[in-house]
């Protein structure tokens, strides 16, 4: 979503009258004319010139302007994985529970700042991803949140799954989440080109979402982090999606 510029040269009540004027300029010698030879009373004269300017006014404000007048949409906010679904597991710690804990802060820090947006449950519910791809259909954007997994527990790093038009965004969120925790970025300045992911073709990507990997559960150093900084990282990410949404 892009909001309209406020810039009032763009209205066609503001042009129009413009353009009347300009014209006026053009037709009041005609209609000086007119009032010698009697054709217009002069005590009508100055309401002809205003009766132009304000029916160019109104019927500018009453004239349609596509371009204008396009439905906003919102924003989807999704944590991976389900209730039925803990995703990847350290010890008690299930990744469904902590990106939905991740998911609720983005969507305070959304809604305090004025965006429409919506999200896969409320509180702990966290719905399969058929909720969430749902979501995804007239929204502006829409973004998951997942943790990585791996053998290795040394492991590490933020990354954001997404095609190619995403690329920017992928990058500005992954950079907010791994300033936030202190981490450091996979992939190209963290993104993550879905045709290029180990993954596969991810339905929530093709979709038109995009799906940020807060970093490794199977990490303790960075679980840790994530756990004590989690809301200051929703914080970061959600000032990502609020300056998407406004075109900054």
Do not use: C
Request: glycine share 8%.
């Amino acid at each position: 979503m892009k909001f309209i510029e406020q810039n009032a040269w763009q209205f066609l009540s503001v042009k129009l009258p413009v353009l009347g004027a300009f014209l006026l300029l053009v037709l009041i010698p005609g209609l000086q004319w007119a009032v010698d030879f009697k054709l217009i009373p002069v005590e009508y004269h100055a309401y002809v010139t205003g009766g132009v300017m304000v029916f160019l006014s109104w019927l500018g404000k009453k004239w349609y302007q596509p371009t204008l007048h396009h439905p906003l949409g919102f924003v989807a906010v999704t944590a991976g994985h389900s209730n039925s679904d803990p995703g990847a597991v350290n010890g008690k710690i299930k990744e469904s529970e902590l990106v939905t804990n991740f998911r609720n802060a983005v969507a305070f820090y959304l809604r305090e700042a004025g965006l429409a947006t919506k999200t896969d449950g409320t509180n702990s519910r966290n719905d399969p991803l058929s909720s969430a791809l749902k979501l995804i259909k007239g929204s502006s954007i829409a973004v998951e949140f997942h943790m990585n997994a791996a053998a290795s527990k040394q492991a590490n790093g933020i990354e954001t799954i997404a095609l190619p038009r995403d690329k920017k965004l992928a990058q500005d969120l992954s950079a907010a989440v791994a300033t936030a925790l202190g981490s450091r970025l996979r992939g190209d300045n963290g993104w993550i080109d879905q045709s290029k992911s180990a993954r596969g073709s991810l339905a929530y990507i093709n979709a038109g979402g995009l799906i940020v990997e807060l970093g490794f559960i199977s990490n303790e150093a960075e679980l840790a982090a994530f756990q004590a900084r989690y809301w200051i990282a929703a914080k970061a990410v959600a000032k990502v999606l609020i300056e998407y949404e406004k075109g900054a």
